[in-house]
């Protein structure tokens, strides 16, 4: 963050206690199929078998730390950057930077709102035609997997008012006509918000929205083209994608493997060549997931940096096949909402100025837990950013790594019930509505106690005290794991048919991302590398790695400029090395050049 920049709710900075990470395997029953269908009803119907399942995924663990008593609860991890001069918050620009075009011999290539708005402005294509090209690509043929829903009259409206503007010469900027996608759990006005949900018409949950969410009225008052609604994983409550309702999208880089979630239709539709920007949401890792299993970029903002949310954890962030998109939307989606307190009272992000120190911070025993060639990809990147951009590396440690992970889980779980706790839900029972897994999981969830939230909201201080120590320590550090710690998530076949509940892998795959969550501070997840698919997968694509950024509270430019060390590492070939790509960012075998397609189309 900028020097002598002021916080509203910032920790004390406190050293926390000295703990060694001891990762342990747990031991949660995999369930899939008729066992999961078995399970799920006798869970719902035993609340002593519910209590056990919630013992045993160690959701009690906080009762054991004697240290919190020294710790008063965050119940919510708001820290806002304020303005030092009183005056008003003010939008971010759009920078000249951000106009420019890749080299188009760049290998793994993809398409940007920059390469949009040349051809648009040339007259080489036109928004409509894109869109023509696109909407048929929603509702059949194999992308379509990727959109939940999509309303033609609306899309092909704006885009005929963009290519007006165009014609006229007056597009009202780079992202003019330029499609989108947003992740189904974001309110657009005229659609129905399923969350993941199967439709059931008579159930009054599912209505369409009266309103457009900041965010994304903000992407789309600057002439963004929302094509659709994007698929996402079930109430978001876990990481693979996996939507047996409503359907899976696919990874284009190994369709043997998950796209990650829960914002899984947006790193499917991005890393296929679709739209080269989403908005997903993040409680849980649900943007940075699916962008290191698909190879794109994701963003998860500072706590209600974008959108004051009715969560202690989630986020609205974008997801971007390129860092300048991703950076085009963050500054978009974070203009100061006048009808929003807390969203409004933050200041613009400032990235640090050239001489400020670049400090890179990793904990190594939680860092080294990551697979071998996901940890090989990521200590690549880690020796380019040290040795050819000058950053600084020190050591770091983090107490309580692997009890705030189980803190975290628990309390996204007891979020989720509160949310399907509505009276507009037949009975008034959460679980009506939902598939097989949740109902496992939002069982869970129901069994955590006042008491065992106010423990994680003292784990919770006590991680955000720990944190402001090192940023207090180490000005500007950013602290850098791999994203997840496998490269992928194997599809188990059948899983279509009820979906299944593998506690064991969700949480090893949330063992970075859930930090930012807990705390409320901004993280970046960049592609670094790639490694080999298991070898009887049936398909050879190789599978994106991912490198995650963690900053403190409001430092998201910091991050994004961070981010493009990370893009120029990758476009220059640098992941080269056991379990690397072979050089330079990979785009799938099945990528959509929309492009090409839309070139095509009469008007």
């Known amino acids: ?42 869970i719902t119907r035993s609340s002593a078998l519910a209590k056990w399942t919630w013992a045993n995924a160690k959701f009690g663990v906080t009762d054991k730390i004697a240290e919190l008593n020294d710790y008063t609860p965050r119940l919510e991890p708001i820290v806002t950057p304020l303005l ?19 080299p188009e011999d760049l290998p793994g290539r993809f398409y940007s709102a920059a390469d949009y708005h040349e051809l648009y402005k040339s007259g080489q294509l036109t928004p409509l035609q894109v869109a023509k090209a696109l909407l048929p690509l ?39 006509g330029v499609p989108i996608g947003a992740k189904e759990d974001i309110n657009a006005e005229g659609y129905i918000t399923y969350v993941g949900l199967a439709y059931d018409p008579t159930n009054p949950f599912f209505k369409p929205a009266e309103k457009t969410i900041w965010p994304l009225a903000q992407l789309q008052a600057a002439g963004a083209l929302l094509v659709g609604k994007l698929a996402m994983h079930e109430l978001g409550t876990d990481i693979s994608g996996c939507n047996p309702r409503r359907g899976t999208p696919v990874n284009w880089n190994n369709p043997a493997y998950y796209p990650g979630g829960s914002s899984s239709g947006a790193g499917s539709a991005i890393s296929a060549g679709l739209v080269p920007i989403a908005l997903g949401t993040d409680a849980g890792g649900s943007n940075r997931i699916p962008a290191t299993f698909c190879g794109v970029y994701g963003l998860k903002p500072t706590l209600h940096r974008t959108h004051t949310m009715k969560s ?21 989606m974070s203009a100061p909402d006048p009808g929003d307190a807390v969203q409004g009272a933050f200041a613009p992000s400032v990235a640090p100025g050239p001489g400020a120190p670049r400090t890179i911070g990793i904990c190594s025993a939680w860092f080294d837990r990551a697979a071998p060639a996901v940890r090989a990809a990521a200590c690549r990147a880690v020796a380019y950013f040290e040795e050819r951009l000058g950053y600084e590396v020190v050591e770091i440690a983090i107490p309580y790594l692997e009890e705030g992970q189980y803190a975290h889980s628990a309390w996204a779980l007891t979020e989720a019930v509160n949310n399907m706790r509505n009276p507009a839900t037949p009975s008034y029972d959460p679980l009506a509505a939902v598939n097989h897994c949740n109902k496992v999981m939002l069982s869970m969830g129901a069994c955590t106690s006042g008491v065992d939230m106010f423990k994680y909201g003292q784990l919770r201080q006590l991680h955000m005290e720990h944190l402001a120590f090192l940023f207090k320590k180490h000005p500007n550090l950013l602290i850098l794991t791999p994203t997840a710690p496998e490269a992928g998530w194997r599809i188990h076949p059948g899983d279509a048919a009820y979906g299944f509940s593998d506690g064991n892998l969700t949480m090893r795959n949330m063992m970075y991302v859930w930090l930012a969550n807990s705390t409320g501070c901004p993280a970046v997840s960049c592609p670094v590398g790639y490694a080999d698919p298991d070898p009887d997968c049936g398909n050879p694509g190789k599978l994106p790695i991912g490198l995650m950024a963690m900053a403190e509270w409001g430092a998201e430019e910091q991050l994004l400029a961070w981010a493009r060390d990370a893009e120029r590492y990758i476009n220059e070939g640098g992941n080269d090395g056991d379990g690397g790509g072979g050089g330079g960012r990979r785009r799938p075998e099945e990528w959509a050049d929309v492009v090409a397609m839309a070139g095509g189309v009469e008007l």
Do not use: H
């Open 312 to 332: 202690a954890v989630c986020v609205i962030g974008p997801l971007a096949a390129t860092v300048a998109d991703l950076t085009i939307a963050y500054r978009l």
């Open 84 to 102: 030092t001069d009183g005056s008003a918050p003010t939008k971010a620009e759009i920078t000249a930077d951000l106009y420019q075009r890749q």
């Open 138 to 176: 929603t509702t059949e043929g194999k992308y379509k997997a990727a959109w939940a829903v999509t309303n033609e009259d609306v899309v092909l409206a704006a885009a005929k008012a963009s290519t007006e503007r165009y014609a006229n010469g007056k597009p009202l900027g780079v992202l003019d």
């Open 1 to 42: 963050m900028a020097s002598g920049q002021r916080f509203s709710g910032y920790p004390l900075a406190r050293e926390g206690p000295t703990t060694a990470y001891e990762y342990s395997q747990d031991q949660n029953p995999v369930m899939r199929g008729w066992t999961l269908v078995v399970a799920a009803n006798l």
